[in-house]
DNA sequence: TTTTAATCAGATAAAAATATCTGATTTAAC
DNA sequence: GTTAAATCAGATATTTTTATCTGATTAAAA
C-alpha cells in the first residue's frame, strides 16, 4: 500500500503539514484535520498523539482543544516526523533483507542503495515543512 | 519490517540470486533454497511458483525436480523481479499518500522524491543478477 | 457548578501481509 | 506398473498493520 514510509507516518506528514498551513490560528481539531484529508477522525488520533508525544506538535485539552505546531515551522524538519513514526529501519537495515549484514563483502545493489537511501534521509532532514505548506495547502484543497 | 520491496519481492530477489550462483547444475529444489537462505520451505515455494509463472524462473516437476533460471542471467534484470511480485506502485504512487494527485501543482517533495526513485528504477533496470550472483553467494554462505 | 466539547488512553476489530498446511499432480527410478 | 520425491494449487492460520470503539479526563463556557 504505502511507498516507503508507512500509512500512519504518510498522514502523520499530511497532518504536519496541514496544521503549518493554518498558521495565525490557536488550535486545529483532529476533526477538522481529518475531514480535510479525508481520513477518519479515531485514526488521526491516534497518529496526531504519537507526535504529540515525540514533542512535534502539541495538543491543548478540553472544550476549544485541539493541536498545534510546537515549534516554528522552520525548526521542524520533515525526518523527525519519519523517524518519530516509522524509526531509523529504512536508513540502516539491508534494502535484500538479509539479516545482519555488516557489508564486509557488499553486494553491488549495496552502494547504489545505500547513496539513494542517503539522499533520502538528506533530502528530509534538510527540508523544513515551512517550504512545503502552501503547496500541500493547495494539495488538500484540491481534494475537496 | 521490508524497507522497501515485500518481504515477499525481498526473498523473490534472494532465491534467483542463488539459483544464479548454483549454475552448471540442472535444478535445484525449493528445499535447498529454503535451508541456504533460512527461510520456511513452503513461503519460498510460494515466490518461486509466482516466478515460475511470470517467466523469470522455470521448475521441472517430479522427483528430482526443482527450479532454475529461465534465461541466461545476463538477460534477468533486478526489475524484473520486483514488477512481477511487488508491481509497479512504488514508481508511480505519491510519496505522501496522497490519492491521484496529477502532480500539476507539485509539493517539494516531489522532485526530489521523483529522482531517486528514477534512479532506483534505472539502477533495477540496468543491473543484471549476473553482476551479482558470486558477492550474494558469499552473503548466502557467511549465513551459515 | 453544571454542561458540553474536546483530547487521551487503552482495548478491540478489521484488513492486509506473511507464513503454513494439505492434498493432488507429476515424473524419475525401481 | 508401483513407489517415492518433488512441484503445484488452493485453503487455512498467524502476525502485523491499519482502523475503530469506548470510557475517562480535561477545560471552556453557560
Ligand atoms: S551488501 Fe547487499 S546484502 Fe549486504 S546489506 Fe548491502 S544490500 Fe544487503
Ligand atoms: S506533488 Fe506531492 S502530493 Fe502530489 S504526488 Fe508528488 S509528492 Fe505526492
Redesign the pocket.
Known amino acids: 500500500m504505502a511507498i516507503i514510509f508507512s500509512r500512519k507516518c504518510e498522514l502523520g506528514i499530511q497532518a504536519v503539514l496541514y496544521l503549518a498551513s493554518a498558521e495565525g490560528r490557536e488550535v486545529i481539531s483532529s476533526e477538522e484535520i481529518a475531514n480535510e484529508l479525508k481520513i477518519p477522525k479515531e485514526f488521526i488520533s491516534k497518529i496526531l498523539q504519537e507526535l504529540t508525544s515525540s514533542g512535534i506538535i502539541s495538543s491543548k485539552k478540553g472544550k476549544m482543544g485541539g493541536f498545534s505546531l510546537a515549534k516554528n515551522p522552520n525548526k521542524i524538519h520533515l525526518i523527525d516526523i519519519v523517524l518519530a513514526i516509522d524509526g531509523a529501519d529504512i536508513f540502516s537495515?539491508?534494502?535484500?533483507?538479509?539479516p545482519n549484514?555488516?557489508?564486509e563483502?557488499?553486494?553491488?545493489?549495496?552502494a547504489t542503495?545505500?547513496q539513494l537511501i542517503d539522499e533520502t534521509f538528506k533530502m528530509l532532514s534538510e527540508e523544513t515543512i515551512d517550504n512545503y505548506k502552501n503547496k500541500v495547502l493547495r494539495k488538500i484543497e484540491s481534494l475537496k
Chains 1, 2 share one sequence.
Open positions: 537495515k539491508c534494502v535484500l533483507g538479509f549484514c555488516s557489508s563483502t557488499p553486494c553491488p545493489m549495496h542503495w545505500s
